[in-house]
């Protein structure tokens, strides 16, 4: 076959068949690599690095939000915005909080999603079991640096999350469909329910 203009496409007759052969209009945008081009995951990497002395306040931050949505929960009761902020704040920990360097923390800002999300009715949802767990995030997020402290933050995740599950159990009796897929394996091994 000749060479052809790309602007046009291309037609290849057979005895049985035609092979047509759009243009190519995205050739024209491309620019031939000059070979030094920076790697994008390795600046990525630089950029990330280079914040990364900001995390811990970072961290710290979401955890001072997690505390004042626990405070309005607190004086107002569970309503829609102080659900919805409590959520939203353990929801971005459970998001953030590898990225930061604290994944010890994710397992606990899940649980309390968790909670929240799957509650029927947020107004039964047990504050003690709140507290709980904003505690347990508020510590695992302080200790993280302890050598010893993944273990304990592990063992502390795991007794939160139990808990809630039990709760959950009692809270959804009468939706038992809905308990199927609240409990059901994750469909990803190792990857956590949520």
Same mark, same amino acid.
Not at 110 to 116: F, G, H, I, Q
Not at 127 to 132: E, G, H, K, M
Not at 141 to 167: C, K
């Given at each position: 076959?000749?060479? /052809?203009?790309?602007?046009?496409? #291309?037609?290849?007759?057979f005895?049985?068949?035609?092979?047509?052969?759009?243009?190519?209009?995205?050739?024209?945008? $491309?620019?031939p690599?000059?070979?030094?081009?920076?790697?994008? +995951? &390795?600046?990525?990497?630089?950029?990330?690095?280079?914040? #990364?002395?900001?995390?811990?306040?970072?961290? %710290?931050?979401?955890?001072?939000?997690?505390?004042?949505? /626990?405070? @309005?929960?607190? @004086?107002?009761? %569970?309503?829609?915005?102080?659900?919805? *902020?409590?959520?939203?704040?353990? $929801?971005?920990?459970?998001?953030?909080?590898?990225?930061?360097?604290?994944?010890?923390?994710?397992?606990?800002?899940?649980?309390?999603? =968790?909670?929240? *999300?799957?509650?029927?009715?947020?107004?039964?949802?047990?504050? #003690? $079991?709140?507290?709980?767990? +904003?505690?347990a995030?508020?510590?695992?997020?302080? &200790?993280?640096?302890?050598?010893?402290?993944?273990? +304990?933050? &592990?063992?502390?995740?795991? =007794?939160?999350? *139990? +808990?809630?599950?039990?709760?959950?159990?009692? &809270?959804? #009796?009468?939706?038992?469909?809905?308990?199927?897929?609240? %409990?059901?394996?994750?469909l990803?091994?190792?990857?956590?329910?949520?």
């Amino acid at each position: 076959m000749a060479s /052809r203009n790309n602007d046009m496409p #291309s037609v290849a007759t057979f005895a049985d068949h035609e092979v047509i052969t759009p243009p190519n209009k995205l050739r024209k945008a $491309l620019a031939p690599a000059t070979g030094y081009d920076d790697d994008p +995951v &390795e600046s990525a990497e630089e950029a990330l690095a280079q914040l #990364s002395s900001e995390f811990v306040g970072w961290m %710290f931050a979401e955890c001072e939000r997690l505390e004042t949505a /626990r405070q @309005q929960v607190k @004086q107002l009761g %569970f309503i829609d915005k102080t659900h919805d *902020e409590l959520f939203r704040a353990s $929801l971005d920990i459970k998001g953030e909080a590898a990225t930061l360097g604290f994944p010890n923390v994710t397992g606990a800002a899940e649980s309390l999603c =968790r909670l929240l *999300e799957h509650t029927p009715d947020k107004t039964r949802i047990p504050q #003690s $079991l709140v507290d709980q767990h +904003v505690d347990a995030v508020r510590a695992i997020a302080r &200790e993280h640096t302890r050598p010893d402290f993944p273990n +304990v933050a &592990e063992a502390l995740t795991r =007794r939160l999350r *139990e +808990v809630t599950d039990e709760f959950l159990r009692v &809270e959804n #009796s009468d939706r038992p469909d809905y308990l199927e897929i609240i %409990f059901a394996p994750p469909l990803a091994p190792g990857t956590p329910q949520t």
